[in-house]
C-alpha cells in the first residue's frame, strides 16, 4: 500500500479506518437519549467505546471519527484516545451525510482500501477475512452481509454471481430470511475522492446504489450477527448483545 507521509495509517500495516459517527439519534431521542447517537450508554459506556474496544482488540492503533450533530460532545467524551487507538476527529462544517461526512475525512486517510464502519451498529466480523476478500477480487468496494432472519426492519442486499452486489431491496413487509447490509465497508479511496464535495450525500442511500452500475462491489457473508442501536428497542437490547461478546473476550 502506497502511503501519503502525514496521512493516517495503522501501525499493523492495516488499512486506514473510519467511523461514521454524525447521527442525530432522532428516534433514541423519543427515549430520553440527550446526546449523540453513538454515544448512547450501552452496559455503562459509550455505545461507540465497545466498537473502538474490539478495533484495538484486533491490532488498529488509528481511527478518524466522522462525527457531526454535537462533535463537541464525542471529543469531550472520548477525547483523542480510546485505550490503545488514537482518535482522530473530522468533525463536519455543516450536515454532509455519510457520504459527504466520508469524502470530508480525505485528507486524513491514507491511500488504498479504507475500512468504514457505522458508528450506531456493531458486527464483529473476521477483519482478516474481511480485508483478503477485498484483495483477491477487482472490487472498488465490499459490504459486509450479515443472514438476518426478517428483512423488514433492515432491508436486503441483491447478490449475484460470485457474491457481486446487485441490488439492494427497501424494506419489505412481506419479510422473511436475507442478507442485510452490516454497516462495515472497505472502499479503495479513489472511489471516495469521487464523492461530490460541495452537498450532502448519503452513502447507503445514494453512493452505494449509485455506483453498482458504474464499479465492482462484492458482498462478503460476515456469518455473525450485528446489532444497530436505531430504535429505542434496539438499543435496550444492545446490552445482551455487548454481555455475549464480553464473554467471548473480544472487548
Keep these: 500500500m502506497?502511503?501519503?507521509?502525514?496521512?493516517?495509517?495503522?501501525?499493523?500495516?492495516?488499512?486506514?479506518?473510519?467511523?461514521?459517527?454524525?447521527?442525530?439519534?432522532?428516534?433514541?431521542?423519543?427515549?430520553?437519549l440527550d446526546q449523540p447517537k453513538v454515544l448512547a450508554p450501552v452496559a455503562e459506556r459509550p455505545f461507540l467505546s465497545w466498537i473502538l474496544d474490539w478495533l484495538g482488540h484486533l491490532g488498529l492503533r488509528r481511527v478518524v471519527l466522522c462525527t457531526g450533530y454535537r462533535a463537541s460532545d464525542v471529543r469531550r467524551a472520548l477525547g483523542d484516545r480510546c485505550g490503545e487507538i488514537e482518535l482522530l476527529h473530522s468533525p463536519e462544517p455543516a450536515p454532509l451525510g455519510t457520504g459527504g461526512a466520508l469524502r470530508h475525512a480525505l485528507p486524513h486517510l491514507a491511500a488504498g482500501p479504507v475500512l468504514v464502519l457505522n458508528?450506531?451498529?456493531f458486527c464483529p466480523l473476521d477483519l482478516d477475512a474481511f480485508e483478503r476478500a477485498h484483495l483477491l477480487r477487482p472490487a472498488h468496494a465490499t459490504i459486509a452481509v450479515s443472514?438476518?432472519?426478517?428483512?423488514?426492519?433492515?432491508?436486503s442486499v441483491a447478490l449475484g454471481r460470485n457474491d457481486r452486489v446487485v441490488g439492494f431491496r427497501e424494506k419489505d413487509p412481506a419479510g422473511g430470511a436475507g442478507l442485510a447490509n452490516a454497516g462495515v465497508y472497505l472502499i479503495e479511496r479513489a472511489l471516495i475522492e469521487r464523492i461530490p464535495a460541495d452537498r450532502p450525500v448519503s452513502l447507503e442511500r445514494e453512493l452505494l446504489p449509485a455506483w453498482l452500475a458504474r464499479y465492482p462491489v462484492f458482498a462478503f457473508r460476515s456469518g455473525v450477527a450485528f446489532h444497530d442501536i436505531g430504535t429505542p428497542e434496539r438499543w435496550a437490547a444492545a446490552g445482551s448483545f455487548i454481555g455475549k461478546l464480553t464473554v467471548g473476550g473480544l472487548a
Excluded at 502506497?2 to 428516534?27: E, H, M, Y
Excluded at 443472514?147 to 432491508?155: C, Q
Aim: glycine share 18%; aromatic share 0%; hydrophobic share 40%.
Design 2 to 32: 502506497n502511503v501519503v507521509p502525514g496521512l493516517v495509517q495503522n501501525s499493523t500495516g492495516r488499512c486506514a479506518t473510519a467511523i461514521l459517527a454524525g447521527g442525530l439519534g432522532t428516534r433514541l431521542a423519543a427515549a430520553g
Design 119 to 121: 458508528g450506531d451498529s
Design 147 to 155: 443472514a438476518v432472519p426478517d428483512v423488514r426492519a433492515s432491508g
